[in-house]
């Protein structure tokens, strides 16, 4: 077969030179996109004048649709691209476009937002974009460090994870009774966002304690969850972090670790571990979720083709309040977008760090996108890839680096 | 077959062999008269072995040890900035009977490049795009070994035949975190024929196939640095860089080439002209982990070759041109990785699909023409070389393009030269010959137009421009002594030494130094 391929090409490679002349690759011409509104939205409302990214590892292009919700783009690169568009209203005026009648506080941040990730475009047929209405939470997860970093021995030190949540309303937010979970990350995945468009499988949930004013987050405060040990790592490793005045350290049971940090117990998990497993080079996709029901009671699930090993408790996405969907950046090709784990709803991007297997002292943390009433305010678009930036050397608590700031 | 091939190289090239004509005239074999019948063989400078046949040389084997040094700051980025190692070359005309002829050579280079960055491939310019590298600087070992193989036969009817094998093998061994080593294969079948139409003309045909394969199957790392980048390149300017993105990394590149060249020769009592024109075409896959491939690359090209020799009283003057042009073009694809699980045994199998072709996204040229033209005086009564004056003139150019959306990187120079050699000493079997040469380059045009700022753009293309942009003057010389080497019971041999030097000057206080000592043996 590869002989005849070769003499194939060896055919037309001869008819070409005796052309003298090659083929270019052209340009994709006057491609149509046009946005589609979620079906509760008022018949004569359109989505114009508002931006569209179309995106890669590459290039950025970014248009307005007119009139009608649509855009023309005069001229393209055949190729992957995420496209991203965000509307982002009040509780008010959202409740002027669509057609029923919804219960929602004035001052809710909504999104009419869309993600399409991957989006092979390699022809000129049109392409719809369907949008969809996201209604934002108060309690957003801001930082994510689950790199680890080198000791003073130059060993790996990956103790020192951390997640941090934040209060990004202007109410007191109580974290009692709420759930800090970590979803699956086999390899091969076991159950991608892809194919569950209803559930995520978790392999670890956390349950903060308190009887549901014991542990608020104050306007712009936030707390710091120590996912294996809540000291000051900079004694062992310089280059890491004090974690000696978390909030909480993922433990059986206070006493325990840091008996002066309140325990935050494993409530279900896969395994028998009893820490946050926050793998080194990633994929952890992280999230928070609030309940009523008993979340004990949510089925288990083995990995499909398999009836032993790991059980993943399958939670409802309706309940997720906040989450991030952070990726293995892979040696080969990088981060690879089709093993996300959390739906478009909960995070329609990605964030990575920039080693492949971690050791490198860096985190995932969330913008500043304004700073007002002496606090600041993080930006929360529900796509971690326009809302999360890298940072080398993290420290719990600071929303002050330069790197975070994101001012509009 | 590898055994068999290196015994009948060092068969030829040590034992005395039956050649085509026996020296009868000398006691010791002459370098000098070699090197005049080499220059008369018109035919090696065609892949014809067949007409190999027409002009004779002297049984016996060339031997030559060299070691070489050179370095300087007037290079490419991803060359290093100094070479430094020894060479080993062997050839030998002999025969099988009084109908069946062999030329072979057999070479081997081992030496260290220092201070290279940026390409852990062979071939890193004017060819596939798809090269890799780390931006940390190190030395490299290289190691090559090269064996050719021409047979011909004598006329059989109007016809001459014969049959070339070419053999080379080696390697590139990173020396310095991230650690690579590259293998490399090349070998080459061709077949040739000629016909004599009368007594002075000749046609030639010949046809080619080479398979080349170039593998680097994984990377090594004797420290753990964490941000420690590697590099894969996709043309021009296009680079992705990811920081461990050695490990997993592996590629190699598997080529299979034809072509053919046609020949026309005209002999007379005083002119001997050859032309040559052939074409090849060459397609190459780029391969990866899991069979993954950025891309493909083919190419192809045509060559002139026209070789002129007027011998008069006391006189051999030469004039020889050759003119290559290449064509490449590289397709680029984007490809999805699947993951197909058996539920049954639970066996995952990967597998890269293309989705896309960007049909010739990197296109290169490159066109070089060479014109030669020497006079050589001769010894009265004698075909050995007294002295020598030449002139050599070359135009050279690259234009490499990238489409969507287009970046384009071109330069041409023109060289011109002139060359002389002259016998200082001149007895017997003693010789001392003194060789000199002047070169200039001037460089005619360069463009560097890339649509956006990236590393490669900053530390490799826009050093590089600066590299093509720069004239240059080279000077250098070599001393040659010839004398006879008489060992008890073993045929006269012939010894000779060399001493080279060269300096190139380029604009800014850029230079290249380069010099070295060959030592050597003809014998019968």
Redesign the interface.
Known sequence: MRRIT?LV??VQ??M??LG?S????Q?LKNLRIETKLPQNIKAEITYDNKEVVLYN??YTHIYKTDAAGALVVPEL????YTINTCWELTGEQYKELVAETIYLEDNARVLITATLNNV?I?NENDLEIPLESVILKDLVISKVYYSGT?DDM?RSYVVDQFVEVFNNSDDIVYVDGKYLALAESMS?PAYLAANNPEYIYTRQICMFPGDGDDYPILPGGSIVIAARSARDHTTSAMNSVDLSAADFEVKDSDGMGNPAIKALPMYSSSTSLKFFNLITGGPNAVFLFETEEDVLEWPEFYA???SSGERFRRVPIETVIDGVEVLK?E????P?I?LKRLQNSIDAGFAFI???????NESVERKVCRIGEGRVYLQDTNNSVEDFVLISGPQPKDYENPQLLNLQ | MNRSFLLLFFLLIIQPGYSQQADTISEVPSINCREMQVLMQQWLHSDNAAGLAFSNVYRGGLTTFENFYSSGNHHRVQEGSALNGIKFYSEGYSSFNDKLFARGHFKFSKYIEEDRAWSDVVNTYNGNPYIYGSSVRGNYDHQLFDLSLKVYSAAIGSFNYGFTIDYQVGDISRQRDPRTRTYMLNYSAIPSVTYSISEKSRLGLNAYYKYGKERMPNISTVQTDPNLQYYTFTGLHNVMGRVGGYKAFQRQFISDAVGGALQYNFVNQNVKLLLSAGGDLLWQETLGDKKQSPGSYNSYGFNITANLIHSSTGFVHNALLVAKYNNGGANEFRQTLFTERDTLTGVSTEYWVTDYVYKNRYVVETFDVQFSWKSIALKPNSQERKWSVGATSAFQSFENIYYLPKSEYAASKLIAGINGTMLLLDRGNHNLEISAFAQGAYSLNVLLDLESDTEVAEFILGPDFEFHSRNTIEIGGSLTYTFPLRVPKMNAMTGYARLYGENLFANKSYGWLAFGLAIGLLTF
């Open positions: 070769i090409f060896s490679l001869l070409l030179s003298c090659r083929e270019e690759p340009f590892q590459s690169i055949p190729d992957v092979p390699y080198k130059n091969p499909p083709g398999r950046n040696a080969a090709n990088g690879n089709d920039s080693a492949t297997s971690g050791y490198v």
